[in-house]
């Protein structure tokens, strides 16, 4: 059984005349140029399982499955032979049909952050799945109990120092997760939207905006302290996502994780999500009890923590087959000259193709980044109506 998952960042989807953020919306003509282009890129994709990011209301994403789905029906209708011709079950034909979205499964993952007021809106993620679901959704956003990132005092310094701690109440967006049937296995999927880069500047009480913002009076070291402040959500939101991966990984569950993360795949937040890289030989490793120069793991240990270590990482769909091709260089997005994947999709083991008990091969590795341009330049085409990411695709086979 082959199948296929994708993500997909549709970049600010919502309905026509509806403030997002402050002074941006869609006329009706510029909206329907957006479902246009956005349900074009579906048919393209033709994916089982997309997960999309960056979606304000559900409406407007039904609206673009709908139109993708009459296309893809009326393309099918274009190139699929009737059964009467002889030569209707040539394989070519198959790969030329699309399968309509609009009898799959759709969840919408609301942002709990999102109160509805114009100009102040806040994005939602969404899952579509031709393969159904197994079981209800689950929304990872608000926790009920806060995450708290205590820090040590640094080696020198009095023990009984307070270091300072983080506290995490809410992450930025949503996470959503849902189990997918495929075939006789259940896979659990991740749909994530991590804290972007933009940096977090305070607005003081009474105050219009932050000093920061003011760029006439540009304050390099404050704007640095928004960067950090983005930089340490986005990570805390990884180790919550990491969390609940490895809570499924222990229960012997194959995991999908994709996504926005908002970092390359050497992030230290993607690092996070994905888990360690085991050492090379952790016999050459003093133990952690170490009372002599020589005390080290043993040989026999180097693979069990070895195996413990793999057991709970994920793999970069990308990376893998990047390995096996002779693709140079895939990206997703541009900006300022600096081309990277920031949209990632992350394997469990269980389709790793050095793993004798994967439950899955993948095939090939696909991304629709044609339409991208650098986004820093205003003159660039699509910057506003098409998507700012590209899509990317692991194609896979049940084995």
Known sequence: MKFSIASFNVKNLIGPDKEYYQ????????????RNWTANQLVDLDADVIGFQEIFEEEALVDVIGEASTRARDLNGAVIPDRGKAYARKVIFDKLGV???????????????DAGEPGKRRPGVAVLSRLGFAGPPEVIQDLAT?????????RGTDPGLDAGRYVLRRLSRPILKVRIPVGDQVVTLFNCHLKSKLGEHITPPGAAFAPEEDLTRYDPVGRAMGSLRAAVRRMAEAWVLRREIVSELA???????????????????SEIIAGEVPFRNY?????HDAESYNDRYSPEEHIVITAAVEAARLHSAESLFVARSLRDMVYTSAFMGVYESIDQILLSRHFHPENDGRIADMEYFSVLNDHITDGSHPEAPYNKLASDHGQIKAHLRLR
């Open 146 to 154: 806060p995450l708290e990132i205590p820090f040590q005092p640094l």
């Open 23 to 34: 002074f941006q919306s869609y006329t009706p003509e510029e909206y329907a140029w957006k």
């Open 283 to 287: 016999a050459w490793m003093l133990r």
């Open 99 to 113: 399968m309509p979205y609009d009898e799959g499964a759709l969840v919408f993952a609301p942002n709990a952050a």
């Open 251 to 269: 229960a012997g569950n194959p995991v999908v994780v994709l996504g926005d993360f908002n970092d390359g795949e050497h992030a230290v937040s």
